[in-house]
């Protein structure tokens, strides 16, 4: 069984997704296995970062923005120039993320939490989780 859970993005930043996760993961009944985070989207990207110290996210934001600016140059203009570089960095990040689940948990460390990086916001967004195993 998938579960699907809405986001509405208010901005290009990072969203702590790490709860739902959790809960598809507990309402799957799995003890041990896989649980995979998918989005349909190719402006947004998933990642396991540090959220102790908020700041920390904006320089993960700030980090990949630095890496591919949004531009004028790019050669394909859809809807915007941010919507090209939104495709750059979805691309180069990843639109998918696996997690160990144990104990019929995400297997993360103390100060790691799952986010949804958005990166031609705001939208309204959804991801997708599978839990696979025993």
């Known amino acids: 069984m998938v579960a699907t859970y809405k986001l509405s993005t208010d901005g290009n930043r990072a ?13 799957s009944g799995v003890d041990e296995g896989i649980a995979v985070i998918s ?8 990642g396991i970062i540090s959220f102790p110290d908020p700041l920390g996210l904006i320089d993960v934001m700030d980090e990949i923005s630095r890496l591919v600016p949004t531009r004028i140059d790019f050669k394909h203009q859809h809807d915007t120039p941010q ?43 959804q991801f997708h989780v599978q839990v696979v195993g025993r």
């Open 83 to 125: 919507d090209a570089a939104g495709h750059v960095k979805s691309a180069i990040i990843g639109p998918t993320l696996s997690l160990i689940v144990s104990g019929g948990q995400p297997l993360l460390g103390h100060s790691q939490k799952v986010y949804f990086m958005e990166h031609d916001g705001p939208r309204q967004r």
């Open 15 to 27: 969203f702590d997704i790490t709860a739902e996760v959790a809960k598809a993961i507990a309402e």
């Open 39 to 46: 989005l349909p989207h190719t402006t947004a990207s998933l």
